[in-house]
Antibody, heavy 123, light 107 residues
């Protein structure tokens, strides 16, 4: 079964650092993209960025460039999303998802999705 | 970035109705469009990709169409489990972008 399993809920204070994870199984981890999507409470999905674990090529949305870091460890089939200094506005659900490889090796649609990691940032 | 404008933001309908949701891209995206269904508290689920290709296991009452900048998701006969929020996503170029969502509610 193809699946992505994300790490659990995090409650942090502003200014703290955080790294959440997404472990893939049931597929060749180095042959697909892994993307990250933010969903603030009651809001739309926001595409944050994506990584190709095969060669670590990473692309960010301008809205999130410099705010987060996406990485992957292919030896343990795990992708990561990290913050160096959290803000209250980072409070949201974060999803990882497997990105299909489409024309010219670019990322395509997302399937499947992880179950989501809730990040709460509050003083 | 390519902007995706999804409409309507919400829709009330009854079981058995036929409904359509539209996404308009700010530039042509050559059918590089996916549709997702999200139930409350759950992760999104892929319904269609390539604008009109049905994901395995998705009921045939879901269909997609369109070209260029304008795309449509149609549910031919609403079932109780279809009342959810729907999102479109363009993957023509990065950054990929999502529509704002359509919440489908029971009338």
């Amino acid at each position: 079964e193809v699946q992505l399993v994300q790490s659990g809920t995090e409650v942090k204070k502003p200014g703290e650092s955080l790294k959440i994870s997404c472990q893939g199984s049931g597929f060749s981890f180095t042959s697909y993209w892994i993307g990250w999507v933010r969903q603030m409470p009651g809001k739309a999905l926001e595409w944050m960025g994506i990584i190709y674990p095969g060669d670590s090529e990473t692309r960010y949305s301008p809205s999130f460039q410099g705010q987060v870091t996406i990485s992957a460890d292919k030896s343990i089939t795990t992708a990561y999303l990290q913050w160096s200094s959290l803000k209250a506005s980072d409070t949201a659900m974060y999803y990882c998802a497997r990105g299909e490889v489409v024309v010219a090796a670019t990322p395509g649609w997302f399937d499947p999705w992880g179950q989501g990691t809730l990040v709460i940032v509050s003083s | 970035d390519i902007q995706m404008t999804q409409s309507p933001p919400s829709l009330s309908a009854s079981v058995g109705d036929r409904v359509s949701i539209t996404c308009r891209a700010s530039q042509g995206i050559s059918n590089s469009l996916a549709w997702y269904q999200q139930n409350p508290g759950k992760a999104p689920k892929l319904l269609l990709y390539g604008a009109s290709k049905l994901e395995s296991g998705v009921p045939s009452r879901f269909s997609g169409g369109g070209s260029g900048t304008d795309y449509t998701l149609t549910i031919s006969s609403l079932q109780p489990e279809d009342f959810a929020t729907y999102f479109c996503q363009q993957y023509y170029s990065t950054p990929q972008t999502f529509g704002q969502g359509t919440k489908l509610e029971i009338k």
